[in-house]
């Protein structure tokens, strides 16, 4: 055993006597067991091959920092207790029981040695002179980095009502006083057993967060680059969450032919992404056999054959896809329930967009669907907007909901003025009077000379 010594922290004394732990429970490395497996057997089975190349070197570093947070996990108990009987006991029964023990004998010098120490679990007094044990618990509670540890008031005092009390004031368990030593052995097996829970839940809930943000850094990642010349291009993205489901594109399909195209899958999240990156990948790589991708209804039609919700976990999507023909200007387009593009001439004398959309269910719903495409001759110096409808399926400051009618005539509006799209979205969140959106948005627009 050793003994430090005394160390002044403010105006009080806190004696702190230490005894490394010599056994580790079995309990720690197992759940770090279970913990790996599942997140190998959850998210990343989830994710799948989309993602494998960043899935399985993410693995082995969580494996490595989970266990390295294992052999780390059991910190000391900290005893807050003015009374130098209970102190010494408390600590002798601990210490016997091979755990690391650290005193303090005031709340004031307690909280600054929590600060210090961040322990696993605090044993604190309620009555004590200058902050009691209530008040304690409450800012211990309120710091981040300590608000995991268990915190066990010590008491005299057997009312419900002071029990109630305690609870709210975020203290996780209660011991009689004086204690009764098995008791107290297995209460504080017990808030450490919570406390490791919390931790390693914690944990996960990073590494998952740190995936899903690797995870849309990827999808991201499969955006198309702006172009500029004869055509140009210009776009916004912000998913609502960290993943989000509308993705778009645009390529050239031969040398006189340019295709773009928006979709949005139902829902957020990993399956919405994975969905729409799939989406994407087909339609880049052309791979629907047998299908001019120069004709849209076709297109659309292989895509609700490829692609039914009863096999996308009930997740379906709208598009609208259309391609450009240089040498005639000829705009082919055809849509599956999404929202109409919008045509605007160069001249500032274009009395409102021209909607572009054609009939149409959303792609997966249902089998055997038809769609139809559309044409139209762009003037010189036209402007194509394509959208989803996160841009304005938005509740406004006042707490009406915005309308499509009302973005299309704003669309109009910033168009005449020569405005950018981050201006155009700037307009749409001063009116919302919040930066975020609650569902996820795209904004593109395609400028043809």
Not at 190 to 209: F, P, V
Not at 216 to 243: E, K, M, N
Not at 336 to 351: D, I, K, Q, V, Y
Not at 381 to 386: E, G, K
Request: a neutral charge; hydrophobic letters at 40%.
């Amino acid at each position: 055993m050793k003994k430090c010594k005394s160390n002044e922290l403010g105006n009080s004394v806190a004696t702190r006597r230490v005894e490394h732990r010599v056994h580790r429970p079995v309990v720690a490395n197992s759940f770090c067991g279970r913990v790996i497996s599942s997140l190998e057997r959850g998210f990343f089975g989830r994710v799948g091959s989309t993602l494998t190349r960043y899935g399985r070197l993410s693995v082995l570093l969580a494996e490595r920092n989970l266990k390295c947070w294992c052999q780390k996990s059991m910190s000391c108990i900290l005893i807050i207790d003015d009374d130098k009987i209970t102190q010494l006991t408390l600590e002798r029964v601990l210490q016997r029981q091979g755990y690391e023990v650290s005193i303090a004998g005031d709340g004031r010098t307690g909280l600054e040695l929590a600060k210090q120490l961040k322990p696993a679990l605090i044993i604190c007094d309620w009555e004590m002179p200058q902050m009691n044990g209530l008040e304690v618990c409450r800012q211990v509670k309120a710091i981040p980095e300590l608000s995991t540890g268990f915190f066990i008031l010590l008491t005299a005092r057997g009312d419900s009502d002071d029990r109630v009390l305690g609870l709210d004031s975020g203290a996780d368990d209660f011991l009689s006083k004086p204690p009764d030593i098995n008791e107290l052995k297995a209460r504080v097996r017990a808030g450490l057993r919570s406390y490791q829970l919390s931790r390693a839940l914690q944990e996960q809930k990073r590494l998952l967060e740190a995936e899903l943000a690797e995870a849309a850094d990827y999808v991201r990642s499969l955006l198309p680059a702006p172009i500029s010349g004869a055509l140009s291009t210009a776009w916004t993205f912000l998913p609502s969450a960290r993943l989000g489901g509308d993705s778009f594109n645009y390529h050239w399909l031969d040398a006189t032919h340019f295709v773009t195209y928006l979709l949005d899958v139902s829902g957020h999240g990993v399956g919405a992404a994975l969905l729409s990156a799939s989406v994407i990948h087909v339609l880049k790589s052309r791979s629907l056999p047998q299908i001019d991708f120069r004709q849209p209804h076709e297109v659309l039609r292989a895509l609700n054959a490829s692609f039914p919700m009863s096999e996308q976990n009930e997740k379906y999507f709208t598009i609208w896809y259309g391609v450009y023909d240089t040498s005639s200007r000829q705009l082919t387009y055809a849509s599956g329930g999404h929202p109409p593009a919008l045509l605007l001439a160069g001249s500032s004398a274009t009395p409102a967009p021209q909607q572009l959309k054609t009939g149409g269910l959303p792609i997966g719903i249902l089998p055997d669907v038809e769609f139809v495409s559309h044409q139209c001759e762009l003037p010189a110096n036209s402007t194509l907007y394509l959208y989803s409808d996160g841009i304005y399926e938005v509740v406004l400051a006042d707490g009406k909901l915005w309308t499509l009618d009302q973005f299309i005539e704003l669309a109009g509006q910033q168009h005449r003025q020569s405005a950018s799209l981050q201006q155009i979205l700037h307009r749409i969140q001063t009116l919302r009077d919040r930066e975020t959106f609650d569902d996820d948005l795209s904004l593109l627009q395609v400028q043809f000379a």
